[in-house]
Each structure stands twice: as structure tokens, then as C-alpha cells.
């Protein structure tokens, strides 16, 4: 192969935007079946593991490639809260919950007050790389009601039958929280499901714009004379594979 048609190549390559996408969710409400429906289309509906699942997939959003890196969480009980590190890591979050479950609904609720207790809402400018490789942007702005990019997502909306939760109640609690929101059945439903994930990445995408407008214009504003700023990338707080 040529020189030019192997750079051609490593220009496609490094076009390829990443995302990381933490869901989390109570025991049972199908986080692991909806990470695997849309990763591989297939669906899987008993999944039992002890401990968090990290998967990397590339898929393709408006006509672009994404890699997509999914943290499927592991919840031992009811009263088991993501800490922070997950928010660390994350540039966005999935919140899902079974519309055939009250319980996982208001655990929901509690997750939320639990990250807004914590006071750390870090916003991610960049993809994954060392803080030693490069210097660190100004420090951003952010308070405690700052999230990231989250979606609401209620999950075995087939099972209308079982129904305890009213598309209603995500309705106002996604107001409330000031995310999206959607109803899908991992169980029969392919493309409700990657929609939900493209979706999600959408909105981390049009953050990760408006951070780095706000960035760049704080850092020209106080270099006025010099017209010169620091760029740096922000890192993974979770080990990596």
C-alpha cells in the first residue's frame, strides 16, 4: 500500500469520535440486557454477573463512526449507589429504571439526590489520555446541579400489563432533572434501544461543544494581549483494560 493511501487510513482512524456511557440503574431493571441489544443486537434476557462489565463497540451516528465504551454497573442491593468515580469517568449517563418497578423508579430518584449531594459534576471536554502527557484546561465553573449528559430511560415498556410507572412520571422526572427521556423493550426492540444510546451521545457531543466555546472564551478573555491559551484533555478516572 502506498504512503499517501496509509495516511489516508490514519486520517480516518483518528476522525473517530469516542463516548463513554455509564448505565446505571437498580438490580433487575435489564441494564445488562439493553447494554447487549444494543452492542450486539441480540437479546438476552436472564444475565447475572458480580461485578461491572466494561464494553467497547464502534457504531455509526449520523453518518459518522463512534466508539461507544459501555460501563454496564453492578448493583449487590437496592441501597448500592455509583460513586463518584463513575461520574469521573462517564460523558454520559443512562438512568434506567422498569416501568414494572415502583422501587427501581424511586432508586432513581435517590441516585440523583445522591450525586447532587456528592457536589461532583465533572463535565468532560475530551476522550481519554494522561494528565502527565499534557497540561491541565482552567478549571470550569461547575456547580453542584450540574450533571453530566444524562438519559432517563424506562425500561420493559412491552410488559404494559405489570405497568407501576406512568410514561407521565419519566416525563416530569426527566423535566425535573433536565434530560431526555424514552420508554423502550430491550427484549423485542433493536432500534428504540441504539436510538436511546446515538441519543445520548448526541447530547454529549453538543456539551462537549458549548464546554469548550465557554472554555476557549474565558481563557482569550483573560489573555487578551497574548492571544495565547493552554489546550489540555481530561482522563479516565477507571483503570483502563
Not at 160 to 171: A, N, Y
Not at 179 to 191: I, R
Request: aromatic residues 6%; contains cysteine.
Amino acid at each position: 500500500m502506498s504512503s499517501s493511501g496509509m495516511r489516508g487510513i490514519r486520517r480516518k482512524k483518528s476522525a473517530v469520535a469516542e463516548v463513554k456511557i455509564a448505565v446505571i440503574g437498580a438490580p433487575s431493571v435489564g441494564k445488562s440486557a439493553l447494554v447487549v441489544r444494543f452492542l450486539t443486537k441480540r437479546y438476552i434476557g436472564e444475565y447475572d454477573h458480580q461485578s461491572e462489565q466494561r464494553y467497547r463497540s464502534e457504531a455509526v451516528v449520523d453518518g459518522e463512526p463512534v466508539l461507544f465504551e459501555v460501563l454496564d454497573t453492578c448493583n449487590k442491593n437496592d441501597d448500592d449507589l455509583p460513586g463518584a468515580e463513575i461520574l469521573s469517568w462517564a460523558d454520559g449517563l443512562l438512568l434506567v429504571y422498569s416501568i414494572t418497578d415502583r422501587q427501581s423508579f424511586d432508586w432513581v430518584k435517590r441516585c440523583r439526590l445522591h450525586f447532587t449531594e456528592q457536589g461532583t459534576w465533572p463535565l468532560r471536554l475530551s476522550g481519554s489520555s494522561s494528565p502527565s502527557l499534557s497540561p491541565s484546561p482552567p478549571p470550569l465553573d461547575v456547580s453542584p446541579s450540574t450533571s453530566p449528559p444524562t438519559l432517563l430511560l424506562g425500561n420493559k415498556a412491552d410488559m404494559v400489563h405489570l405497568r407501576q410507572v406512568s410514561s407521565e412520571e419519566g416525563e416530569i422526572l426527566a423535566k425535573d432533572m433536565e434530560c431526555q427521556f424514552c420508554e423502550v423493550a430491550a427484549s423485542d426492540q433493536v432500534l428504540q434501544v441504539a436510538s436511546a444510546f446515538h441519543d445520548l451521545y448526541r447530547e454529549v457531543q453538543s456539551c462537549r461543544k458549548r464546554c469548550k466555546t465557554s472554555l476557549l472564551d474565558r481563557v482569550l478573555g483573560a489573555n487578551k494581549t497574548s492571544r495565547s491559551y493552554v489546550r489540555g484533555k481530561s482522563d479516565s478516572a477507571l483503570p483502563k483494560d
